[in-house]
C-alpha cells in the first residue's frame, strides 16, 4: 500500500529533475464565484503532463536488477510519454501499449523519446490486459498509470508542491482516470490539510470511478466518445486506487462536452494556456457551478 511517508520520500527523490509548475490565482474568476481560486499548471511539467512524476518516482525506485531488463506499460499517451522519458533517463527500453484511438502526435512523441509503441486493436482495456500479459511473460516490470504504489507517491508530490506555493487548498478538485494523481494528492491532504475537501471529476461517457465511487457497478458504464480521451480506460477491479478514492472523495462529479470545451476555451482565452479536455473537467465543473458552498479557497 502508500502511505504519507512515501510521497514524502518522492519529494525527495525527483527533487531537481522535474519543473516546478506554476500555480497562478485567478481574481476575476474568484469574485464572480464568490470565493479564491488558483490553478496549478501541470500541463507545464515536463512531458506536458503530472504522470511524468510518478513515472519517473517508480523507475528510480526500482532495484538495479529490475531495472535491466526494461519496462513495459499500457496508456492513452501521457503516462506513456512519462514513462518514456523516465526509462530514457535511466538508460533503459521501455514499450508501451496504446489504443488504436491514441493520438498521432503523442504517438510521434514516445517514439522521439526512444520507446517501442504498440498499438492495440481496440481500447484502454486491451492495452493494459495486452501491456500486462507481455511483462509477465518476459519477466519485467509493468509499471501501471495508476495502479502502483510508487506511481501514486509520486502524483501526491504535487500537493507537497503546492502547499509551497499558495498559503492554503481548503478544497481541490482533480480530473479522474484510474485514480492514481486523486490518490496521491488526496493522501497528502488528509495529512496535512485535514479540513480540506477532494472533488473528482470525470467526462460523462467515462464514468468508471464515478459510478464505482456511488456504489454502481462499473462493467455496466457504457464508453461514449468525449473531449477527454486522457481519461479513458476500464479500471482493473482491483486497483489499489479503488479504497483509496472512496476514503478520500468528499463527492464525485460527472461534466459533458460543452463544459469541458468551455473550460478549455477560458483557458486559452483567460491565460493564453492550450490544455486537453482531460485537463480541464476539474475546471469545467467549477465553471458550471457543479458544487454549491465552495469555500474559502477552491483550486484546480
Known sequence: MVDFSNIQRAMKRLKGRLNRTE????????????????????????TGAFKVR?????????????????????????????????AKQAGIPAIVYLPDYASQKKIAGLRELGAEVRVVDGGYGLAEETGIRLAEDKGVVFISPYNHPDVIAGQGTVTLEWLEQTLNLDTVMLPVGGGGLSSGIGLALKVLRPASHLFGVQAEGLAFLHEY???????????????????????????????????LFDDFLLVNDDK????VAYCYEAYGEIVEGATAVGFA????????????????
Open 213 to 247: 465511487w456511488h456504489g454502481r457497478d462499473m462493467d455496466a458504464v457504457e464508453v461514449r466518445p468525449n473531449l477527454a480521451e486522457g481519461l479513458s480506460g476500464r479500471v482493473d477491479p482491483q486497483s489499489i486506487t479503488l479504497p483509496l478514492v472512496r476514503w
Open 260 to 263: 469541458i470545451a468551455r473550460a
Open 285 to 300: 465543473a467549477l465553471l458550471a457551478g457543479k458544487v454549491e458552498n465552495l469555500g474559502a479557497r477552491w483550486a484546480c
Open 54 to 86: 510518478g513515472a519517473l518516482n517508480t523507475i528510480l525506485s526500482l532495484p538495479e536488477e529490475r531495472r535491466e531488463a526494461g519496462v513495459v506499460t499500457s496508456s492513452v499517451g501521457n503516462h506513456g510519454l512519462g514513462l518514456s522519458y523516465a
Open 23 to 46: 500555480v497562478t490565482p485567478d481574481p476575476k474568476l474568484g469574485e464572480k464565484l464568490e470565493t479564491e481560486v488558483c490553478f496549478k499548471w501541470e500541463s507545464h511539467q515536463i
